[in-house]
């Protein structure tokens, strides 16, 4: 079983080497299973010999971790380390949920077969979880949500029971990875702030902590990339993004951009940065248009300005966003078709609009114009019109899912 958890976040770990350090003392003498990327070389971020289950990162699904949670199963771990990008350690996450009894993790699959959004009973972690990410941007490693990806789509599972004990954040996991993933990973970041500050019900606080925390990254982003010590700051501001106020306001589902571009992302099989990417100046027009169902004009251009003001960004909110994804070097997904734009449209409806409370009262015809308002490319990006696994961004060091 776990061990204590009353925290609300996990305890973070940081710093050049510690993933092998701390792997070593959190595992000593008890029963632990790694899974693990199966592009990444564990033994140099995992101390100890382990027994693992290796992840082909570009085709998780639910098969997958109905595979791993067999694993679990026949041989209850103490402990679990998941070392990986988003939907490796998500896919670890919603596993590990075998070690509370097959009827919860049956009860998740279940639900996901039919509803976009699950709750995962609520109880402390069944396991104890140590998340590695290898990726910038995701959070996964300090949240309590995960990806499930079905034959419906990607499936949003919410609940403590998903949060990890320990999160450790190494600049040797991160060393490999591009340019792009990089730029995508300061996205996701910078979007969830953003997100949550197109709510008009947020606090004095979290309206503080989201600028702080927006103005760091873009400052970071500007400054350093690559180095160890640049891409551990990035990584622990976006870990900062879920321990601070910036995200705990009383509206969940806030980030209305992220529902639409899931949906974008698993029909034209792309990255999720890539339709959100393709998605967002859209979206932020018709909040800037007063289109509250999108969210509210006042909050979005608050946030703006605290974050813009003293650089070269634009003052309008959806051509700055516009000029920093350019900035970051990240591409847009493929023009759809027609018959693509209807079927997006209606799966957006379905899964998330109309009388669902994450995009309440917007319907299919609603898709259909934003995402032919939406900022397309005229070509494929590279090969790109794969399988998006997860909520986030590139996902592996080395290799794009």
């Not at 896919?91 to 049956?106: M, S």
Request: proline share 5%; net charge positive.
């Amino acid at each position: 079983m776990s061990g204590a958890f009353g925290g609300r976040v996990p305890t973070l770990w940081h710093g050049t080497g510690v993933a092998r350090r701390m792997t070593k003392r959190l595992t000593a003498g008890r029963e632990t299973l790694v899974i693990a990327d199966v592009a990444l070389p564990i033994a140099s971020l995992v101390a100890g010999e382990t027994r693992a289950v290796r992840v082909d990162a570009s085709s998780v699904d639910a098969t997958t971790v109905v595979a791993i949670a067999r694993e679990i199963a026949h041989r209850p771990p103490a402990v679990i380390v998941v070392i990986g990008g988003g939907s490796v350690l998500d896919a670890g996450k919603i596993a590990a949920l075998a070690a509370a009894g097959e009827h919860v993790l049956d009860y998740v699959i279940g639900h996901a077969s039919s509803a976009a959004l699950t709750f995962v009973p609520d109880a402390p972690p069944p396991v104890d979880i140590v998340a590695v990410p290898t990726t910038l941007g995701t959070s996964s490693e300090t949240n309590s949500v995960g990806i499930l990806t079905n034959e419906h789509g990607h499936r949003l599972l919410v609940g403590r029971a998903l949060t990890p004990r320990h999160a450790i954040l190494d600049p040797y996991a991160l060393a490999t990875l591009a340019p792009r993933a990089v730029g995508e990973g300061v996205m996701e970041a910078f979007l969830r702030l953003a997100g949550a500050s197109t709510s008009s019900r947020r606090s004095v606080r979290q309206h503080r902590d989201a600028v702080a925390l927006g103005r760091a990254l873009l400052e970071s982003a500007t400054r350093d990339t690559s180095s160890a010590a640049g891409r551990l700051r990035l990584a622990r501001l976006s870990a900062a993004t879920q321990r601070t106020a910036a995200l705990r306001g009383p509206d969940p589902y806030s980030a209305r951009h992220w529902y639409a571009a899931n949906e974008v992302a698993y029909h034209l099989q792309v990255r999720k940065m890539v339709a959100t990417a393709t998605i967002i100046s859209a979206v932020w027009r018709r909040i800037c248009a007063g289109d509250a169902r999108w969210g509210d004009r006042d909050s979005l251009e608050l946030f703006w300005r605290g974050v813009a003001c003293g650089t070269a960004v634009p003052h309008d909110p959806a051509s700055g966003i516009a000029a920093l994804i350019d900035s970051w070097g990240i591409p847009r997904a493929p023009r759809p078709t027609a018959a693509e734009i209807d079927r997006i449209a209606t799966a957006t409806e379905r899964a998330w609009g109309d009388r669902h409370p994450m995009l309440r009262g917007l319907v299919a015809d609603d898709f259909c114009d934003l995402l032919r308002d939406s900022d397309w490319s005229p070509r494929p990006v590279g090969g790109d019109r794969r399988l998006s696994t997860s909520l986030r961004g590139g996902e592996t060091n080395g290799h794009e899912e």
